[in-house]
Each structure stands twice: as structure tokens, then as C-alpha cells.
């Protein structure tokens, strides 16, 4: 018995790295736990307990991190309007900023230019 729930917590741990990575390819549409849950072929619960035990953090926690880190990129890399970069990475630019903020304690154009400035001084 036991065998069949370690196989059991195997699979949906797989199941929950698969969305990770659909995540990771996918971060700039919002996807909720039903959406995500039919898709994997797993209830939202099962996902919701897998994807935090992966990840240690909630799919829209992860969602955001992936995000940020996609603006941070485009921020260091383009000379795109915050505007574009938030529309690019799924978000709007108010949450854009809370976010960005929230993660880096600074906004993306502060973020942006310490980078400038950083690359400059290297």
C-alpha cells in the first residue's frame, strides 16, 4: 500500500514540474488552478499542495517571480517603455511597479537605471 502512494506523490510531483515549465513558456497569460488542474488532468488541490511543495511557493506566486524576472531582462537588455515590458510579461503597469517594487524594493525604471549605471562602473 505504502509503494502505491509514494508512486502516487511521484507522479503528481511531475505533474506539478510540467506546470512549472508550462508556466515558465506561458507566464504572459493568466492561468488559474481550475484552468491548470484540467489541462495536468489533476484536481486543483492535488496542484495546489504538489506546486508548493516543488516550488515552495503558490502558482501566483511563482507566476509573479517568473514574470519579474522576464522584466527585468527586457530592462537591462531593450529600451522599451515600462508600459510594453508590463504588457509583455502578462501585467499592467501599475502591477508592474507594485510587484516589481515589491520583489527588488525598487521600480523597474530605478531598477533600469542602477543597472545602467552598474554596467557602466564594470
Known sequence: MQYLTIQR??????KAEEIKAFL???YQDNHDYTFLAK?????SNSLSIAFRILTNSSIH????????????KLLTTTDLHVTYIAARVGLDKTNL???????TGMTPLQWRKNEILHQQTN
Do not use: D, P, S, W
Open 24 to 26: 515558465e513558456n506561458n
Open 97 to 103: 511597479n507594485i510587484h516589481f517594487k515589491r520583489h
Open 61 to 72: 506566486e511563482y507566476l509573479t517571480k517568473v514574470r519579474i524576472e522576464r522584466a527585468k
Open 39 to 43: 489541462k495536468f488532468g489533476m484536481n
Open 9 to 14: 506523490e511521484k507522479q503528481v510531483l511531475a
